[in-house]
């Protein structure tokens, strides 16, 4: 299982992006979970939303109504489009799904807001 994730940037506070995440070796609809954290240098890595095989979502406090966690069957990718971005958004993006017992990760996406 491989996940490549993609789509940071830099970005004005107030502006959007969207991260995108393609996995290959698994099909993310079929997973139990999958989603993306954050993470920023010195702090733990904290969940930010994720999406169930049931399309469940969750997603942290601090991102409601601002983030949105979606799936792309045809691409076999999660997405989470990123909306009203603020500076305390910085950190290295995360996708993840849990499969085969397991969590795997893919290898972060820089997204940096600035004020």
């Known amino acids: 299982v491989q996940l490549q994730a993609s789509g940071g940037g830099l970005v004005q506070a107030g502006g959007s992006l969207r991260l995108s995440c393609a996995a290959s070796?698994?099909?993310?609809?079929?997973?139990?979970?999958s989603g993306w954290y954050r993470q920023d240098p010195g702090k733990q890595r904290e969940l930010v939303a994720r999406?169930?095989?049931?399309?469940?979502?969750s997603y942290a406090d601090s991102v409601k109504g601002r983030f949105t966690i979606s799936r792309n069957i045809a691409k076999n990718t999660v997405d989470l489009q990123m909306n009203s971005l603020k500076p305390d958004d910085t950190a290295v993006y995360y996708c993840?799904?849990?499969?085969?017992?397991?969590?795997?990760w893919g290898q972060g996406t820089q997204v940096t807001v600035s004020s």
């Open positions: 993840n799904t849990y499969t085969h017992g397991r969590d795997f």
């Open positions: 070796g698994t099909t993310l609809r079929g997973n139990k979970v």
């Open positions: 999406i169930t095989a049931g399309s469940m979502t």
